[in-house]
């Protein structure tokens, strides 16, 4: 029998009574419903092996390779792996690893022309204290501004890249470093809710274009002021075996980053694009890898 509950006032639903091994298409429906209607769905209990979770991951979208290659599993691409492999040859805590997404709020891929769908985690291992992953709705940021801010981002078009002004770009390898911009709107329709959210991003944003540079400065500053409201949160506290999706076109997280770094917390994490969206012409000409921000 499927449960669906929801966790936090806006965002965040648990779906309990599934093997996601054995699910059927009327069970997945009532998850992806669950998904779209709450931004992040949680799925517990689950003891997968990578191909039954690639399998699983399937059916929201097509799984693309992250551009992070150091961190890709060595023998499944599709999958990256958080918090492996932290600690170098000279026993040195790698912080790029370790704080991979805790450096602020943020939206996976917005540095890819179509950004990614969802990104899904499979929790592997889970410290005894810390490590949370917090969310917050991209709707209730859109919702908060006020008419005067919403009359001026109507229509407007942000350039995003990578490693985003800060140029943080620790975990790409040298030759993936350089990237060119890609342009979103700032208010965007989700395209299958029909929903309006901030699609914003303060790590990936180079400029808002068609405003002087210190205009658009300003204005990412005050954006980022909006993202975060307190009914739009949801903070999840991992159990070993959670599946948790997210809408990355609806939907801002970040890492705590503040576990004991002597223990592990290790994730499967996969990439998820709109089915036959992955590649496109830049992937053609062999650049798509070029494209991705601050490890997410
Ligand atoms: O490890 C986490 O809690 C989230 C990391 C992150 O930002 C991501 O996987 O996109
Ligand atoms: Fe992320």
Known sequence: ???????????????RGVDVRTLDDAGFAVI????????????????????????????????????????????????TLLGANKFGADGQLDMAIYRRGAEGWHTDGA????????????????PSRGGDTLFASMYAAYDALPARL???????????????????????????????????????THPETGRKGLFFDPGKILRIEGVEPKE?????????????????????????????????????HRAAGDYPPEEERVHWRVSIKEAGQAGGPLEAAGVAEKTAGRGC
């Not at 739009?232 to 999706?245: A, L």
């Open 111 to 126: 540095y890819d022309q179509e950004p990614f769908k969802a990104t899904q985690l499979y929790a592997i291992a889970v």
């Open 150 to 188: 919403k009359e001026r981002l109507d229509g407007r078009i942000g350039a995003f890249t990578y490693g985003g002004r800060r140029n943080a770009t620790a975990l790409l390898n040298a030759e993936d470093r350089n990237w060119t911009p890609v342009h979103h709107r700032i208010v965007r």
């Open 216 to 252: 658009s400065d300003d204005l990412i500053e005050e954006l980022t002021g909006y993202m975060i409201q307190p009914e739009g949160r949801y903070t999840h506290q991992w159990r070993k075996g959670d599946i948790v999706i997210w809408d990355n076109r609806c939907s801002y």
């Open 32 to 79: 992806y419903r669950a998904w779209l209607d709450h931004n992040v769905a949680v799925v517990p209990g689950q003891d997968l092996t990578i191909p039954e979770y690639l399998r699983y991951s399937r059916r929201f979208g097509q799984i693309v390779p992250h551009p992070s290659k150091s961190t890709r599993h060595p023998e499944y691409p599709e999958i």
């Open 1 to 15: 029998m499927i449960e669906v509950h929801r966790l936090g006032p806006q965002i965040g639903v648990e779906i």
